[in-house]
């Protein structure tokens, strides 16, 4: 059983910066590519960042580059995603999610290619 606890959402203004993490057990987590996923109100979770097992990898949508930064430790079994000029559009459910194949090269951006999921932790930027 693997378990993913989310922390270090809130509320922030437009221009602000927030630092999520993500704190694993349960499975080996340096063996596996971690990914960050959001979620609004009425519309599909959609891919934010995500990074590979042993670290020398990333992925950002589009829409994150040059904003977002993921990172992980894996000797502390977390992964951290440093949100820095935020924006309301941001505004959504931020989930950490572990990739379903171990030692994996490729990162990969579709929810369907994770199988463990946190809880989720709110993000809200005002205007």
């Known amino acids: 059983q693997v378990q993913l606890v989310e922390s270090g959402g809130g509320l922030v203004q437009a221009g602000g910066s927030l630092r999520l993490s993500c704190a694993a057990s349960?499975?080996?987590?340096?063996?596996?590519?971690m990914g960050w996923f959001r979620q609004s109100p009425g519309k599909e979770r959609e891919f934010v960042a995500a990074?590979?097992?042993?670290?020398?990898?990333?992925l950002y949508a589009d829409s994150m580059k040059g904003r977002f930064t993921i990172s992980r430790d894996n000797s502390k079994n977390t992964v951290t995603l440093q949100m820095n000029s935020l924006k309301p559009e941001d505004t959504a459910v931020y989930y950490c999610?572990?990739?379903?194949?171990?030692?994996?090269?490729?990162?990969?951006?579709?929810?369907?290619?994770?199988?463990?999921w946190g809880q989720g932790t709110q993000v809200t930027v005002s205007s």
């Open positions: 999610a572990a990739d379903r194949i171990k030692f994996l090269n490729i990162v990969r951006a579709g929810a369907h290619d994770y199988d463990y």
């Open positions: 990074i590979s097992w042993s670290g020398s990898s990333t």
């Open positions: 349960g499975r080996t987590f340096s063996l596996y590519n």
